[in-house]
């Protein structure tokens, strides 16, 4: 199951490295709700997360994140752990310094309309991620499922936006041969030609001469043999011929 579970992964960065230019290390947004999650879990993101994407990764949040769950932990004591698992990762700018803004509209404002910074997704907020689906391109969404680290397949905004790029011929068929290699589509082969029927050879039609022989051979062992008896005085009498 964790081999299914890591080529699918494959399969869905693939695209995106090539429609969207993402590459590793990759850098891992993500938010209160993901740790939460992950908390209660027991997952450790910092090994897990890497471990399935299957290259190193970045793992970061805002000081907008931070400042949210800090804030709700003190409302609600049973935060505090959530509030402790996210401060532990490398803050990254969100220009919204001194000037705090809800973690959700934090996180927008980075990904934009097409992400420019390239970022994966970490969150559990259902909100947030219908707002990727429907507005941002180029996104992955990296969810928890079952306290198992989970990529969401490719948004109809994001497959939409890649089938509609244009592309030269070479970059067609070096795009073909890409996705045939990772993405493990099948190759269309050419329909064979079906051979007509053929009118048989003369000489195969020629009747065998050892069938020939066998014939033959069964006509003359047909024949009757005449039999010869000796006589008391020496001659000799066919048994067919008169005395």
Known sequence: MKIKRHKKAQKILAFFQHNFALQAPYTILLDATFCHSALE????????????LGAQTKI?????????????S???????????????????????????????SCAKSLL??????????ASQDPELRAHVHQEVVGTP??????SAPTLEKPTKKSVAAAQGS????HEETTLKTLKRKHLGEAVQEPPRKRKKAKNPHSLSCKKSKKVKQADQ????????????????G?????MSGSE
């Open 41 to 52: 879990g027991k997952v450790l993101i910092k090994e897990q997360i890497p471990k399935y």
């Open 60 to 72: 970061v949040t805002t000081q907008c994140i931070i400042l949210e769950v800090e804030k709700l």
């Open 74 to 104: 003190k409302i609600s004591p049973k935060l505090y752990g959530t509030w402790l698992v996210v401060k532990q990762f490398p803050v990254h700018k969100c220009g919204h310094e001194g000037d705090p803004v809800p973690a959700s």
């Open 112 to 121: 934009g309309k097409n992400n420019p910074g390239k970022y994966i997704m």
């Open 141 to 146: 969404i990296l969810y928890l499922h079952q």
């Open 166 to 169: 244009t592309l030269s011929t």
């Open 217 to 232: 051979q069964k006509a003359s062992d047909g024949k009757r043999k005449r039999k010869r008896h000796k006589r008391k």
């Open 234 to 238: 020496g001659a000799t009498k066919s």
